[in-house]
């Protein structure tokens, strides 16, 4: 093999890698703004108490 293939290869591999972590970065912030949808609808349903000042949730029992 010549070097001029393995860094072709190479390339595409990167390339490869690269557009497969765009998609999970994008899961990730789509996952992201689902939870804080459910979490806005459970605080608005009286399901989840926000701590005051802190970013904790609580479940009301």
Wanted: one cysteine or more.
């Amino acid at each position: 093999m010549k070097y001029k293939d393995l860094a072709e290869q190479l390339l595409k591999c990167c390339l490869a890698l690269r557009k497969d972590n765009e998609l999970q970065t994008k899961k990730f912030k789509a996952q992201a703004e689902v939870i804080e949808m459910m979490e806005a609808v459970m605080i608005d349903h009286g399901l989840l108490k926000r701590e005051s000042a802190k970013r904790h949730l609580r479940v009301v029992k």
